[in-house]
């Protein structure tokens, strides 16, 4: 996106250099890395870097909004709204796709938001290797407001442990060795001293929750949370412990935000920078579907999303209350590549202590694509493409 910046690692660009960036990735768990990693950081020049920022002052101020609960009270399936919900979200995620208005200018549009975790503990590790694999400018910094790797790392320590013993507290998935992002699970791990555990051995005895380490009952006391209850219904996985029951255990994030900050909210908000969006059956006049993309309130990862929206596929759907129409977006073939442009979202981690007035942006990830959507299976054998992270301009 800054012309003599990506020119000049371009010309600098080796696959020799490359693998060794790679090497010092892999080694950090050793065969754990399920994803690709991208050849090329992203540089985001500062005006577009306010853009998102403000995008995202503005939707959080609607999430902080009194109302703000009720009016995403129905986002929660009611067999998945678990007790002792706290009254703010701990972590969000806003990503934006790098994209052209119909001036063909460079804008940021959002394109999902989330209140769940990411990859945050790799994360950390890459921006490290790729200052120094990249050559990243002085002037340039993934972090915001004045953090560094340290800062962050303790932020990530404040909100998850908080004072509780670490092994009191655990990393809940399902199957976490056979998920993409073990990687992320196994840093956490190191980073933070606590244990990634499979809802599937946990148990409770009366209001308690405990897990079992080297032969030792612990019990559990706080849950960062990793899990996503839809695909946890999808792998129709039997025995496991009912969660729906108030246990004496804090959630970080509680898994109601999971619903309430995500496709569901986008109707809600009006903003140069995030694309209209309507509740299917709350659509009145006729649109035109090719501006649109059809989505399924209810799932993850581009699953079950339309793009090429007909009139047929909306009338073989019997709940449009659980469905919304978003207009789509025109990426920007904007990260120029050896191999041809790629396309590029960009991840914002915002954070959310007890005693901070608001969220805060605080990191990234990035994602590069050369496929129809972002994500792994539409980038199948392309390279310059993966996993990455934002470097953004300072003053």
Same mark, same amino acid.
């Given at each position: 996106?800054?012309?003599? *910046?990506? =020119?000049? &690692?371009?010309?600098? $660009?080796?696959?020799?250099?490359?693998?060794?960036? @790679?090497?010092?990735?892999?080694? #950090?768990?050793?065969?754990?890395?399920?994803?690709?990693?991208?050849?090329?950081?992203?540089?985001?020049?500062?005006?577009?870097?306010?853009?998102?920022?403000?995008?995202?002052?503005?939707?959080?101020?609607?999430?902080?909004?009194?109302?703000?609960?009720?009016?995403?009270?129905?986002?929660?399936?009611?067999?998945?709204?678990?007790?002792?919900?706290?009254?703010?979200?701990?972590?969000?995620?806003?990503?934006?796709?790098?994209?052209?208005?119909?001036?063909?200018?460079?804008?940021?549009?959002?394109?999902?938001?989330?209140?769940?975790?990411?990859?945050?503990?790799?994360?950390?590790?890459?921006?490290?290797?790729?200052?120094?694999?990249?050559? *990243?400018? =002085?002037? &340039?910094?993934?972090? $915001?407001?004045?953090?560094?790797?340290?800062?962050? @790392?303790?932020?990530?320590?404040? #909100?998850?442990?908080?004072?509780?013993?670490?092994?009191?507290?655990?990393?809940?998935?399902?199957?976490?060795?056979?998920q993409k992002t073990i990687i992320d699970f196994r840093c956490t791990e190191k980073?933070?001293?606590?244990?990634?555990?499979?809802?599937?051995?946990?148990?409770?005895?009366?209001?308690?929750?405990?897990?079992?380490?080297?032969?030792?009952?612990?019990?559990?006391?706080?849950?960062?949370?990793?899990?996503?209850f839809d695909d946890l219904e999808q792998q129709n996985v039997k025995d496991i412990?009912?969660?729906?029951?108030?246990?004496?255990?804090?959630?970080?994030?509680?898994?109601?935000?999971?619903?309430?900050?995500?496709?569901?909210?986008?109707?809600?908000?009006?903003?140069?920078?995030?694309?209209?969006?309507?509740?299917?059956?709350?659509?009145?006049?006729?649109?035109?579907?090719?501006?649109?993309?059809?989505?399924?309130?209810?799932?993850?990862?581009?699953?079950?999303?339309?793009?090429?929206?007909?009139?047929?596929?909306?009338?073989?759907?019997?709940?449009?209350?659980?469905?919304?129409?978003?207009?789509?977006?025109?990426?920007?073939?904007?990260?120029?590549?050896?191999?041809g442009p790629a396309k590029a979202e960009i991840r914002l981690f915002y954070f959310?202590?007890?005693?901070?007035?608001?969220?805060?942006?605080?990191?990234?990830?990035?994602?590069?694509?050369?496929?129809?959507?972002?994500?792994?299976?539409?980038?199948?054998?392309?390279?310059?493409?993966?996993?990455?992270?934002?470097?953004?301009?300072?003053?």
């Amino acid at each position: 996106m800054i012309k003599k *910046i990506r =020119e000049q &690692f371009n010309n600098n $660009f080796s696959e020799e250099k490359y693998n060794a960036f @790679i090497e010092k990735v892999e080694n #950090l768990e050793p065969g754990t890395l399920q994803f690709r990693v991208a050849e090329t950081p992203i540089f985001i020049p500062k005006d577009f870097t306010k853009k998102m920022l403000d995008a995202c002052d503005g939707i959080i101020d609607i999430i902080r909004q009194p109302e703000f609960k009720e009016i995403t009270d129905r986002s929660i399936p009611e067999n998945l709204n678990i007790p002792n919900e706290d009254d703010y979200v701990q972590m969000i995620v806003f990503d934006f796709g790098i994209c052209k208005n119909e001036k063909e200018e460079l804008e940021p549009q959002l394109i999902e938001m989330q209140g769940f975790p990411t990859i945050y503990a790799f994360q950390a590790h890459i921006e490290a290797f790729e200052r120094e694999y990249a050559e *990243i400018p =002085e002037n &340039f910094d993934a972090y $915001f407001n004045d953090y560094n790797k340290e800062s962050y @790392i303790q932020l990530l320590r404040d #909100l998850i442990v908080e004072d509780e013993n670490p092994e009191n507290v655990i990393l809940l998935e399902i199957f976490p060795e056979q998920q993409k992002t073990i990687i992320d699970f196994r840093c956490t791990e190191k980073m933070l001293g606590i244990k990634a555990v499979c809802i599937t051995k946990l148990y409770a005895k009366g209001d308690k929750l405990y897990y079992q380490n080297d032969g030792r009952e612990i019990q559990v006391k706080r849950i960062f949370n990793r899990l996503i209850f839809d695909d946890l219904e999808q792998q129709n996985v039997k025995d496991i412990i009912d969660l729906s029951k108030p246990y004496e255990v804090q959630w970080v994030p509680h898994p109601n935000w999971f619903y309430r900050i995500s496709k569901y909210t986008l109707p809600f908000i009006q903003n140069a920078y995030v694309p209209q969006t309507f509740f299917l059956n709350e659509v009145k006049a006729p649109l035109n579907l090719e501006e649109y993309v059809l989505k399924p309130l209810f799932s993850f990862a581009g699953m079950g999303v339309i793009i090429d929206v007909t009139q047929e596929d909306i009338d073989k759907i019997n709940d449009p209350e659980n469905w919304i129409l978003q207009k789509k977006v025109n990426y920007a073939d904007i990260i120029e590549t050896p191999d041809g442009p790629a396309k590029a979202e960009i991840r914002l981690f915002y954070f959310w202590k007890k005693d901070w007035e608001k969220p805060k942006a605080v990191f990234n990830l990035a994602r590069l694509s050369k496929g129809k959507m972002i994500g792994t299976r539409y980038n199948k054998d392309k390279k310059w493409v993966g996993g990455t992270i934002a470097f953004f301009e300072k003053d």
